[in-house]
């Protein structure tokens, strides 16, 4: 994976769902959506994105189906299901769990 910044296990798996649930999206359209939303903290290859897609999909919280890109090229388009919508918030909460328990670690006096 190519990113600026180590992605701690799992964490692709809810920036890519986070992705699709703003709506549709084909493979390359999710990387950059990730880069934008991270505000480019994190920049995902193919060589990462795509096994991670085909994980989320055969776990059932993404759904695709083949459409055209907005260059008018063949692609595979990607969507959240309602197992992806609950994993999703699932993954949120434990995130802000953790974000919590970190900053508390940063926070304190020693």
């Known amino acids: 994976m190519a990113e600026r910044n180590g992605l701690l296990q799992g ?3 809810l ?15 999710i990387a950059r959506r990730i ?3 991270t505000q480019a903290a994190f920049e ?3 060589g990462s994105l ?3 897609l085909h994980r989320l999909e055969e776990k059932g919280w993404l759904a695709s189906d083949w459409g055209e890109s907005e260059n008018n090229r063949k692609a595979k388009f990607y969507r959240l299901t309602k197992a ?3 994993q999703l918030e699932t993954e949120v909460r434990q995130w802000e769990r953790i974000a919590l328990a970190i900053t508390r670690a940063i926070e304190a006096k020693s």
Request: aromatic fraction near 4%; charged fraction near 15%.
């Open 84 to 86: 992806g919508q609950r």
């Open 44 to 46: 995902v290859g193919p």
């Open 11 to 13: 964490t692709l798996d």
């Open 15 to 29: 920036l890519i769902l986070k992705a699709v649930a703003l709506g549709p999206r084909h493979g390359l359209g």
């Open 35 to 37: 880069t934008q939303i």
């Open 50 to 52: 795509f096994p991670a």
